[in-house]
């Protein structure tokens, strides 16, 4: 398993931006796809966006499909979520995860994100 931090979350004002960064320790990250999850109150969590191990691979939900943006540094050990247009509604708890060909078996501790209006 590898430990993961994300960090970069905060308040925003409608169609601001924010950049969200997730540390991983442990020499194995390049070998992970590393994906982005986000839970809003009273909802469930819901993917948002996934990368594979090299970067050459990317996947988004239809809601946030040409605002973010998902990417990697395996030479940093870190995992980004870059996110404009930002919306009311894309306000949640936002969770970095790792999955090691097993599922998702590991999860960061969550970065808030609030999108005034």
């Known amino acids: 398993q590898v430990q993961l931090v994300e960090s970069g979350g905060g308040l925003v004002q409608a169609g601001g931006s924010l950049r969200l960064s997730c540390a991983a320790s442990?020499?194995?990250?390049?070998?992970?796809?590393m994906g982005w999850f986000r839970q809003a109150p009273g909802k469930e969590r819901e993917f948002v966006a996934a990368i594979n191990w090299s970067g050459g691979s990317t996947g988004y939900a239809d809601s946030v499909k040409g605002r973010f943006t998902i990417s990697r540094d395996n030479a940093k050990n870190t995992v980004y979520l870059q996110m404009n247009s930002l919306k009311p509604e894309d306000t949640a708890v936002y969770y970095c995860?790792?999955?090691?060909?097993?599922?998702?078996?590991?999860w960061g501790q969550g970065t808030q994100v609030t999108v005034s209006s």
């Open positions: 995860a790792a999955n090691s060909n097993e599922g998702w078996g590991s």
């Open positions: 442990g020499r194995t990250f390049s070998t992970y796809a």
